[in-house]
């Protein structure tokens, strides 16, 4: 139980564009869902969360009009890194809480996106 | 502010070797510790949780320590095997901020 899916599980973009991933619990109703970023050999930095229905709460320093996120459903929500350049290529996971319970987070495959 | 670090940040050792992993955390005021396992460019694998109230957890070859009050806790791999080959990341639950804070995470390889 308790799994969270991504998709896609990687994606090269042109530098401009705009791309859209997922995340999905496939066997339990998220009431929160968390969306993190990756650089190359550091560790998970938290970029915001999102909760059923409601804005997002970004980390500070993050740009919340470039990451745009949506959480339309207890089972999806979705990242969209708009006008992508180079420097938001990264390793992007996602992961899911099920209640109030946010200590157990359930964790996404993660998502490789590059940006030419 | 939470900080997690993780030392060392690399660590290589011959195959059947035990081996310690080290994390500590500046906010000693958290809810519990994870210790993580990422292979390379996958996502997390949860290895044991220790609530704040505890001291240590096992699983298997494996024993994460927790001493809250000097913001430290420990990892513990007996008998490695390459298959032990990874990334290994801890994290800590703030309850205040109520969300996970990673440290750097050490990259273990484990040689035959």
């Known amino acids: 139980g308790a799994v969270v899916s991504q998709h896609p599980s990687r994606v090269i973009c042109k530098s401009g564009t705009s791309v859209k991933i997922e995340c999905r619990s496939l066997?339990?109703?998220?009431?929160?869902m968390f969306w993190y970023r990756q650089f190359p050999k550091q560790s998970l930095m938290l970029m915001a969360t999102s909760n059923e229905g409601s804005k997002a709460t970004y980390e500070q320093g993050v740009e919340k009009d470039k990451f745009l996120i949506n959480h339309a459903s207890l089972t999806l929500s979705t990242l969209t890194v708009t006008s992508a350049h180079p420097e938001d290529s990264s390793f992007y996971i996602c992961s899911a809480i099920s209640g109030s319970r946010a200590d157990t987070q359930y964790f996404g495959p993660g998502t490789r996106l590059t940006v030419l | 502010k939470q900080e997690v670090t993780q030392i060392p940040a690399a660590l290589s050792v011959p195959e059947g070797e035990n081996l310690v992993l080290n994390c500590s955390f500046t906010?000693?005021?958290?809810?519990?510790l994870q210790w993580f396992r990422q292979d390379p460019g996958k996502g997390l694998t949860s290895l044991l949780l220790?609530?704040?109230?505890?001291r240590e957890q096992t699983s298997g070859r494996l024993n994460a320590s927790l001493d809250k009050s000097s913001g430290r806790s420990t990892l513990y791999i007996a008998a490695s095997q390459p298959g032990d080959s990874a990334t290994y990341l801890c994290?800590?639950?703030?309850?205040?901020?109520?969300?996970?804070?990673f440290g750097t995470g050490t990259r273990l390889q484990v040689t035959l």
């Open positions: 906010d000693s005021a958290i809810y519990n």
């Open positions: 066997d339990f109703q998220a009431t929160t």
């Open positions: 220790i609530q704040s109230s505890q």
């Open positions: 994290a800590v639950f703030t309850g205040t901020a109520s969300k996970l804070t």
